[in-house]
């Protein structure tokens, strides 16, 4: 499929189908109190990653982890607060980037590594696996407001400040990138997502240097170590942009938010790259007529070229399960 082909039916998986609506994960979860401890536990990740394939048979197992790991990795320690998000001492405070490694620390991520040969071993062949990493700019401004922030003022106004700054973190995040998404190949991932959650709050102008092109770093850096990487990119809320991730990332296939026009993303988009996406995630909430709508809408729009079907951003814990195994039905026309 990331070969560019059309299939019958698209092939389907969900982003962070490994997580809170499934009860199986919950409980699984509350065998480790801190977030972080359980992505490093290689055992309890690998089992996150294929419960929901068990229960659905998804086209795809995306490796449990977060894209946090990295700043971890490079010595900016994270944590998770109960139900309030990430923490992270921002890097501008305190010595700045001296605080940082000059490289990543993969040692540190070696249960990560373990827990993909885990998930290898234990997943059939007709199932896709898939790594992934947060975009540099998505990465970088968790760094530097050390929380989710709802505007990402923290980053962009740094941005427009101390520029300089931000080309030496976006720089270190790149190759820490490129690394960390070589040695997932490695361990055994078919292909890796990168996920950009937070191109909309950029400019046009700021899109092209803190996204795009730092992007486009990293799908070079790791195909010149594994020539044959097949790579999805996800600007969410790029609006127009899409087009330009579809032209200038390298990416194999372009994921899309639910907020984009079907009709433009098959013309602009699709012409040009696969897509994926892009459900609303609330339509499986509410289930219903609002979910067979939502199914329909999105296999029309995308029924003239390659489509992997998925949800236009993560799916929701409050998610009914029962209206996930609809919608795998839904999209490969079995009766729901
Ligand atoms: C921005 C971002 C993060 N993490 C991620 C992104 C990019 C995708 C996106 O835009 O959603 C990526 C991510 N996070 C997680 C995965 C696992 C694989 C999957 O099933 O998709 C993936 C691919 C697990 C997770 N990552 C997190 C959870 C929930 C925590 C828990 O289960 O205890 C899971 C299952 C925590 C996390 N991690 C992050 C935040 C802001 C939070 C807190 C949000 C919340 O609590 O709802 C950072």
Same mark, same amino acid.
């Given at each position: 499929m990331l070969a560019g082909e059309r299939l019958p039916k698209p092939p389907i998986w969900i982003m962070r189908q490994a997580g809170r609506y499934l009860p199986e994960y919950r409980e699984l979860r509350a065998t480790t109190a801190s977030f972080m401890e359980f992505c490093y536990s290689p055992v309890k990740a690998a089992e996150a990653t294929l419960q929901p394939i068990r229960r659905f048979g998804f086209d795809a197992a995306i490796l449990f982890s977060d894209i946090l790991v990295v700043p971890d990795a490079l010595g900016q320690e994270v944590t998770f607060a109960e139900g309030e998000g990430?923490? #992270?001492?921002?890097?501008?405070?305190? $010595? *700045?980037?001296? @605080?940082?490694?000059? !490289?990543?620390?993969?040692? @540190?991520?070696?249960?990560?590594?373990?827990?993909?040969?885990?998930?290898?071993? *234990? &997943?059939?062949? !007709?199932?896709?696996?898939? *790594?992934?990493?947060?975009?540099?700019?998505?990465? =970088?401004?968790?760094?530097?407001? *050390?929380?989710?922030?709802?505007?990402?003022?923290?980053?962009? #106004?740094?941005?427009? @400040?101390?520029?300089?700054?931000?080309?030496?973190?976006?720089?270190?995040?790149? !190759?820490?990138?490129?690394?960390?998404?070589?040695?997932?190949?490695? =361990?055994?991932?078919?292909?890796?997502?990168?996920?950009?959650?937070?191109? $909309?709050? #950029?400019? =046009?102008?700021?899109? !092209?240097?803190?996204? &795009?092109?730092?992007?486009? @770093?990293?799908v070079d850096g790791v195909r010149a170590q594994v020539p044959h990487a097949r790579i999805i990119v996800f600007t969410r809320a790029a609006g127009a942009g899409h087009r330009l991730t579809a032209e200038r990332t390298g990416a194999d296939a372009v994921a899309l938010d639910w907020a984009v026009n079907g009709a433009w993303a098959a013309e602009n988009v699709q012409a040009l790259k696969p897509v994926q996406g892009n459900l609303d995630p609330l339509t499986v909430v509410a289930g219903g007529q609002a979910l067979e709508e939502g199914v329909r809408d999105v296999l029309a729009a995308f029924s003239s070229g390659p489509h992997i079907f998925n949800l236009g951003h993560g799916i929701v814990p409050e998610t009914p399960v029962e209206n996930v195994g609809k919608l795998v039905k839904l999209v490969r026309g079995e009766t729901a």
């Open positions: 990430p923490r #992270l001492h921002p890097i501008t405070l305190d $010595g *700045g980037l001296s @605080r940082l490694a000059d !490289e990543i620390d993969l040692e @540190r991520l070696s249960p990560v590594f373990e827990a993909i040969e885990r998930v290898r071993a *234990g &997943l059939g062949p !007709e199932t896709t696996f898939l *790594g992934f990493c947060g975009a540099p700019w998505t990465v =970088a401004s968790y760094m530097i407001a *050390g929380k989710g922030t709802p505007e990402l003022a923290p980053s962009r #106004l740094l941005a427009y @400040r101390d520029p300089d700054f931000l080309v030496a973190l976006i720089d270190r995040l790149v !190759e820490a990138s490129i690394r960390y998404l070589v040695r997932q190949f490695q =361990a055994g991932v078919d292909a890796v997502q990168i996920f950009e959650s937070f191109a $909309g709050a #950029l400019t =046009a102008s700021g899109f !092209e240097r803190w996204s &795009l092109q730092p992007i486009r @770093r990293i």
